[in-house]
């Protein structure tokens, strides 16, 4: 069925979206077009300023609007302690937790040599750096458990060990609430295992 070329315009560029299909983008485009003027509008306009507006934080590497990000500024966050991450989404779910209340750090990536991506193409550089010449105690290592992010985590510590006396961590990872043992992968219950607890 041909569509109104407007509509096939707004409908290829929803499904250059990740994860939209020509379903998704058909609910999309046509919730959009039964959308006030002004929402429309308003949407179009947030998704202008990000490209606009947003740049790296000069300290952590985070999504900023200006030099520094909202969580560098925050006098009331734990200055001794970093917790490094692959990108800002990560980051956006580890301040989801609620849990977490110290500084980041955003690598843009992740070691990976088939991709081309080694150190050099990470913001590893200033990570060090802070390390360094901040008052750093623990640094957190929240890469994903799989083989980039286990490859990244190593070579952070292997540069870090030779350097300022530091303790770094890296988050547990096992089964998540409510898995089924069954149903576990063996790497998920490895991880499960050597990182148990003592019950309390």
Same mark, same amino acid.
Not at 65 to 87: K, P, S
Not at 145 to 173: D, F, H, M, N, V
């Given at each position: 069925?041909?569509?109104?070329?407007?509509?096939?315009?707004?409908?290829?560029?929803?499904?250059?979206?990740?994860?939209?299909?020509?379903?998704?983008?058909?609910?999309?485009?046509?919730? !959009?077009?039964?959308?006030?003027?002004?929402?429309?509008?308003?949407?179009?306009?947030? !998704?202008?300023?990000?490209?606009?507006?947003?740049?790296?934080?000069?300290? *952590?590497?985070?999504?900023?609007?200006?030099?520094?990000?909202?969580? *560098?500024?925050?006098?009331?966050?734990?200055?001794?302690?970093?917790?490094?991450?692959?990108?800002?989404?990560?980051?956006?779910?580890m301040e989801?937790?609620?849990?977490?209340?110290?500084?980041?750090?955003?690598?843009?990536?992740?070691?990976?040599?088939?991709?081309?991506?080694?150190?050099?193409?990470?913001?590893?550089?200033?990570?060090?750096?802070?390390?360094?010449?901040?008052?750093?105690?623990?640094?957190?290592?929240?890469?994903?458990?799989?083989?980039?992010?286990?490859?990244?985590?190593?070579?952070?510590?292997?540069?870090?060990?030779?350097?300022?006396? !530091?303790? !770094?961590?890296?988050l547990a990872?096992?089964?998540?609430?409510?898995?089924?043992?069954?149903?576990?992968?063996?790497?998920?219950?490895?991880?499960?295992?050597?990182?148990?607890?003592?019950?309390?």
């Amino acid at each position: 069925m041909k569509f109104p070329r407007s509509l096939e315009t707004l409908l290829n560029e929803l499904e250059y979206l990740p994860t939209v299909g020509p379903k998704t983008a058909a609910r999309l485009a046509f919730h !959009i077009l039964e959308a006030p003027s002004s929402r429309v509008q308003a949407l179009a306009q947030a !998704i202008i300023d990000v490209k606009e507006k947003l740049q790296k934080c000069t300290r *952590c590497g985070n999504l900023a609007e200006g030099e520094l990000c909202e969580i *560098c500024r925050d006098g009331r966050r734990n200055e001794q302690t970093i917790c490094v991450v692959a990108n800002a989404r990560d980051l956006m779910a580890m301040e989801s937790s609620g849990e977490y209340k110290g500084l980041y750090h955003v690598l843009g990536g992740l070691i990976s040599p088939l991709d081309g991506v080694g150190p050099e193409q990470l913001n590893l550089a200033s990570l060090f750096n802070r390390v360094k010449n901040e008052n750093v105690k623990e640094l957190i290592i929240a890469t994903n458990p799989t083989i980039q992010g286990e490859a990244t985590a190593l070579y952070i510590k292997k540069i870090l060990k030779s350097g300022k006396e !530091i303790l !770094i961590t890296r988050l547990a990872s096992g089964l998540p609430m409510g898995a089924n043992l069954e149903y576990s992968d063996p790497l998920t219950l490895s991880r499960a295992i050597c990182n148990r607890v003592p019950m309390h």
